[in-house]
């Protein structure tokens, strides 16, 4: 079992930044992708980026291309979701998530096996 914890969301004016980040424990060693996703009130859970664990290839949606920015700490066994350039339209409640696959480039939430909590990102105009 992975274990994953977000931290790092808030209340932020337009064209502002937050950092998320997300603590996993557990079994990490079969991470193979890792994730972020969102979902605001009454639309379903959208994909926003994810990372290849090892190598560290990056993709995202095309909506927070050149804003957003995924990385990771392997030592930590931390993802971080460097947001900039924020916007009304971004508020949600982001989750991380992590995959034991190889399923970078595709955003399906049924293909990750964990997921966190989430943490609340609420973006005024």
């Known amino acids: 079992q992975v274990q994953l914890v977000e931290s790092g969301g808030g209340l932020v004016q337009a064209g502002g930044s937050l950092r998320l980040s997300c603590a996993a424990s557990?079994?990490?060693?079969?991470?193979?992708?890792m994730g972020w996703f969102r979902q605001a009130p009454g639309k379903e859970r959208e994909f926003v980026a994810a990372?290849?664990?090892?190598?560290?290839?990056?993709y995202y949606v095309d909506s927070v291309k050149g804003r957003f920015t995924i990385s990771r700490d392997i030592a930590k066994n931390t993802l971080y979701l460097q947001m900039n350039d924020l916007r009304p339209e971004d508020t949600a409640a982001y989750y991380c998530?992590?995959?034991?696959?190889?399923?970078?480039?595709?955003?399906?939430?049924?293909?990750?096996?964990?997921w966190g909590q989430g943490t609340q990102v609420t973006v005024s105009s």
């Open positions: 557990g079994r990490t060693f079969g991470i193979s992708t």
């Open positions: 998530a992590a995959s034991t696959r190889n399923i970078l480039g595709l955003g399906a939430p049924s293909l990750y096996n964990y």
């Open positions: 990372i290849s664990w090892s190598g560290g290839a990056t």
